[in-house]
């Protein structure tokens, strides 16, 4: 039976890691100072993945450390494995983390497990049977609204970031019980299972993070979904907001929609490239209404448009300067869809393309010297570069307006890709 050499396979794996926790390892850094992998998280994927295949050779696999190779579709039988959710605690503190194992058939997620190693508590659901710890039924999950919730969310969402403006989740944490980061999705999400915690949240996870304790969350009675109330998908990085249905509510409705940061994440929010100037050049004018300027930079660049429901909702430039600088130009957003989380989509995506032409550098100068125009930039890791002095007047172009006053100057700020 699969749920049975799941188990199996989970407490082996578990009992590997004990056995060689307090031995020496390496410790490779993957996307940031704090994703890191070491080489007992790709021994323990080995060990599992070796075995599903074994045992199931037509079952395929999604694994964290890349060991499985991911397949094109979720067709059939998929499993997620997370072979040491809490890489750092697993470091660290040499507790707090797990083995998270979810199986997804014919793109619903049927099996979920998650095994606290050093605590040696293993959460099991199977769909429309429930959840149990260490084989004991966990019972509803109690409703809380978020003024009588006790939180599980990292501290990072509530400072300057690239995921969400701070003021969307700050005042959750103003407004809860308490609030405690723990470092591990799977983990978090089995304590709300277990009524340990009341809410989870969450600016990105993957599959293989959530799959399983989604799961177990749902068993008992709760909620899982992205930040903005949308159902999490398993193609890719995702917000996650989990509790009781009352709580997910609050959140969403008080907090996200009344803060304007509902339609970040919608599905229907995409970013492509635009291939036509007259489509976009009432949108760019607004950023900058020096249309000759405009018309240039657009000649001598790319142009991305931001589609939401079929409708134009923003658009910006990339200018290659050289090959390490790449500019970006006039994030502009329509006067009707006026919204932070739009302009910071737009923002990452402009990111992430620079990103990938090679450029080391990211520039972006602008007119407005705005506090609020600046703090935008500044949440997305730019710094003060320099103030172009006089530099309308110096190319040609009048002065701007701003506030009933001439701005002569650009203000340029930069980031490291």
Not at 135 to 163: C, Y
Not at 279 to 301: C, I
Request: proline residues 3%; glycine residues 8%; aromatic residues 8%.
């Amino acid at each position: 039976m699969l749920e049975w050499f799941a188990i199996d396979l989970i407490k082996q794996a578990g009992e590997y890691i004990r056995l060689q926790i307090d031995e020496s390892y390496r410790i490779e850094r993957k996307t940031g100072k704090g994703d890191l992998v070491t080489e007992i998280d790709r021994a323990v994927e080995q060990l599992i993945v070796d075995r599903i295949r074994e045992a199931y050779p037509d079952h395929r696999i999604v694994g964290e450390e890349g060991i499985s190779t991911e397949p094109d579709d979720l067709k059939g039988t998929v499993w997620f494995v997370d072979p040491i959710d809490g890489t750092l605690n697993f470091i660290h503190q040499k507790r707090m983390f797990a083995i998270s194992v979810a199986v997804m058939v014919d793109e619903v997620i049927e099996y979920g497990f998650v095994y606290d190693v050093m605590a040696d508590e293993l959460f099991v659901a199977r769909r429309g049977h429930g959840a149990t710890l260490n084989g004991r039924k966990l019972t509803t999950i109690h409703e809380h609204h978020v003024r009588d919730a006790f939180l599980s969310m990292n501290a990072t969402w509530v400072t300057p970031n690239q995921q969400i403006a701070p003021e969307i989740l700050a005042p959750i944490v103003r407004d809860s019980v308490g609030t405690r980061a723990h470092g591990a999705a799977s983990l978090e999400l089995a304590w709300l299972a277990a009524g340990r915690v009341d809410g989870y949240i969450t600016m990105r996870n993957m599959p293989w993070d959530y799959a399983a304790g989604k799961l177990l969350v749902e068993e008992v009675g709760g909620r899982v979904v992205s930040l903005y109330g949308e159902p999490v998908r398993y193609d890719g990085k995702t917000s996650v907001l989990a509790g009781s249905e009352t709580f997910v509510k609050d959140v969403v409705k008080h907090y996200v929609i009344a803060k304007g940061a509902a339609l970040e994440a919608r599905p229907d929010l995409t970013v492509t490239s635009n291939e036509s100037y007259d489509r976009v050049r009432d949108l760019l004018v607004l950023a900058n209404p020096h249309e000759e300027m405009v018309r240039e930079q657009y000649e001598t660049g790319k142009t991305y448009e931001a589609m939401l429901g079929g409708e134009l909702v923003g658009a910006y430039m990339l200018v290659r300067r050289n090959d390490d600088l790449i500019e970006l130009v006039n994030i502009a957003v329509k006067p009707d869809r006026q919204n932070q989380t739009i302009g910071q989509r737009m923002l990452q995506d402009a990111i992430r393309r620079a990103e990938q032409t090679g450029a080391r550098h990211m520039l972006v100068c602008t007119g407005n010297s705005s506090i609020v125009q600046l703090r935008f930039y500044q949440q997305a890791g730019f710094r003060f570069d320099s103030v172009e002095r006089d530099y309308f007047p110096n190319h040609g172009y009048a002065a701007l307006e701003e506030d009933g006053l001439p701005l002569r100057d650009r203000i340029c700020l930069t980031r490291e890709l």
